[in-house]
């Protein structure tokens, strides 16, 4: 719409220009009914898709952040009042939170870094599987994907739990298993089968999109490495590494800020015990089961900062390109 | 294939240890759930009586009303958010993949931003704003938040489907005199259904895995899904773990999941690697 604003320009040098730009107006007019019309059907179809994405996250997201800023409780909605900033500080100087933030945080570093690796090794297999056992491998590897994370969760709690697990026995060989070993008495333990069961459940989602990065690797790339004498570690490390670094970098951002987001597997196994508490399951406690509206809300606006934070310092700092690796160019 | 006997061997260890890796907590849950409540603690893998008890008790005894209504609102609840999500998802890819219009970058970079949303940030502003309403422990009351699942990564994997039909198929097809509904119904529906069932499928299993929304937006079995549910079974006593029930339980609602990773394997893969990364 710029050009119909644009002042006319008298002097004879730009006189040229100003003809081309009018020229371009006429063919903009005739062409803009097309393009309006498309423009008008592209937001008819996108349209409601975008409305609700918007309704069911942007809305609440903006309603958490207008109640953290209230004393607000359901069990005594009377007493509800507006007063700043205060539910933040009690939560960033409560030592708690921090606690908190930290389990979250190393479930998340150690759930990933597994993964990668255990993901990139399953890829690996499935994208050099012969043609017979690739059907086969894949299918198994969707199960753990496909299952209920709570369904997850349970099947290792009960494979540990002291009462009707089989771990203890079979591993009493061990040392430090054995029979009367409680790992759900202990944060160690505790956070030892929680991350288990998140790695198994989570890594063929990771492997399959390192398998995708890995449909990427030119293969002429890697035979003339392997005739020019390159062993199978070095065509690895040299050629397909750093040839697929897009798709490991998604892949770990994805998967990071999935993690970050633990709750069932937590939930199901310990309820938060022996400080076990991941961030999710305190936002849960605080305005679910105690009803504090206000504090929760002061949560789950953090652990969103936080979600941003981490996808703001991969972009940033990282590079990683999320559109162009998605997809988009 | 010119495979050499020690190549053979390989893929033979590394099979089966996919395998076990991949099946062995599944194996895990169903061998406890086969258990009889007085073998629940011989810390033994295997029952030493199979036994059918655990099924009875939640398909026709005590724990039945809690649980087979839990799969009742699991089924529905899942399956209409799947429908609405699949709906909006197809026109909306449709307009990326084939239409020109600004804004096409923003609602993908929006699906994108939806789909790394923490839920629990949604969860609380909703408890309180459904229960203000009557939404709280109502379907439509999970199905909407549901949305926030399905929706985006619907979107993402069927733009990527759309951008590989080739579309001048249509055009063909009208240029040999089919009509415009024709041409779509003939030459684009067969090309394009396959990708939405895909992505159907992958919005499904993210629905039916649901914790979060229903344990937080849900309070009695008027609404509550199997998830949560699972998290609510009692023994059949105040003094028995209900771990037998819950076993019978997770392993009836893994059965679809395996039935349609093993009829759809290829489809699933070829959906969450297109929709993900395509450089």
Redesign the interface.
Known sequence: MSAQVAPAKGSGASEAAAEEEARKRRNRAQKSDR?RA??R???Y??G???V???A??AY??A??IF?SLFRFR?SAPDERAFIGLTNYVVVLSDVVFWRVLGVTLLITVVAVAVEVVLGFA?AL?MHR??TQ?R??????????????????A???F??FDI????V???FAWVPGVD?NLNWFANMGTSLFVIIA?EI?KTT??IS??L???L??VPTELEEAAEVDGATWWQRLNRVVIPNMK??IM??VL?RA??A??I??NV??MTGGANNTEV??LL??RT??ARLE?GL??AI??L??VC?ILI?FIAIKLFKVD???????K | ?G?TTKQKVW?AV??VV??V???F??A??AA?SFKIPSE??N???LPGTWSLINYEQILVGDAQSLFLSSLRNSIGISLIATAIAAV??T??A???AR????????????????S??????????????W?TIGLYDTWPGLI??Y??LT??IS??IL??FF?QIPWELEQAAQVDGATTWQAFRKAIVPLAAPGVFTTALIAF?IA??D??YG??LTSTEAARP??AA??FFTGASQFE?P?GS??AA?VV??IP??V???LF??Q??AG????????
């Open positions: 393009t498309e423009s059907l592209g937001w179809l996108a409601p898709a975008f609700v994405m918007l069911v996250t609440p997201i309603q958490a109640d359901l399953l297999v599987a012969i056992l059907g086969l491998l894949r299918t198994a590897i969707l199960v753990p994907y496909g299952i209920i994370t709570v369904v997850s349970f099947a290792w009960y494979a009462s009707s697990g089989f203890n026995t079979w029979e069961s198994w063929p989602f399959l999109l398998l995708a990065g449909a990427q897009a798709a998604v892949a994805f800020l999935d970050f987001r709750f069932d939930f199901i961030l999710s936002a849960y305005s679910i509206i929760g809300s789950s606006v652990l969103f979600v996808c999320l559109a162009g690796a998605r997809g988009e | 294939m495979l893929w590394i099979t996919v395998l890796y991949a099946l907590p599944v895990a849950i406890t629940l603690d810390g033994r893998f909006l998802a026109l909306a449709y307009a990326i239409l020109d219009f600004p804004g096409k970058r923003l609602i993908l970079t929006t699906a994108l931003a939806v790394i949303f923490p839920v629990i940030s949604i969860v609380t502003p909703l408890f309180n704003l229960r909407i938040p949305l926030s929706l985006p979107i993402w733009t990527a951008r299993f039916w895995n914790f979060v344990i937080s199997v998830p699972l998290a773990e771990t819950i076993s997770a609602v893994t999941v395996v349609l990773v093993l394997q290829r699933i893969v969450l690697t297109q929709g993900a990364v395509k450089g």
